[in-house]
């Protein structure tokens, strides 16, 4: 998708503990949110909503459910 010029988020569970993040690279935006171990599973992790910090919340200038819009053609 970046490279038909789309800009792109992408929000993934942390893979260990510690606090919600934002990684920008030259694809994308990548959200690293805030999440928990599972205790049945030894590398499950689960997040919250609304648990995250206030800097991942707004990251998109929002809250509520992401929505994907089209790239306006022109």
Known sequence: ???RGHR????????NKGKTY???RPEAIVHRLESHAVPTH???RITYR??????????CGRSGPMRFMPKATT
């Open 8 to 15: 792109v988020h992408v929000l993934a569970s942390r893979g």
């Open 1 to 3: 998708m970046h490279s």
């Open 50 to 59: 609304g648990r995250s910090t206030s800097r991942s919340s707004g990251c």
């Open 42 to 44: 030894d590398y499950f």
């Open 22 to 24: 934002t990684e920008v």
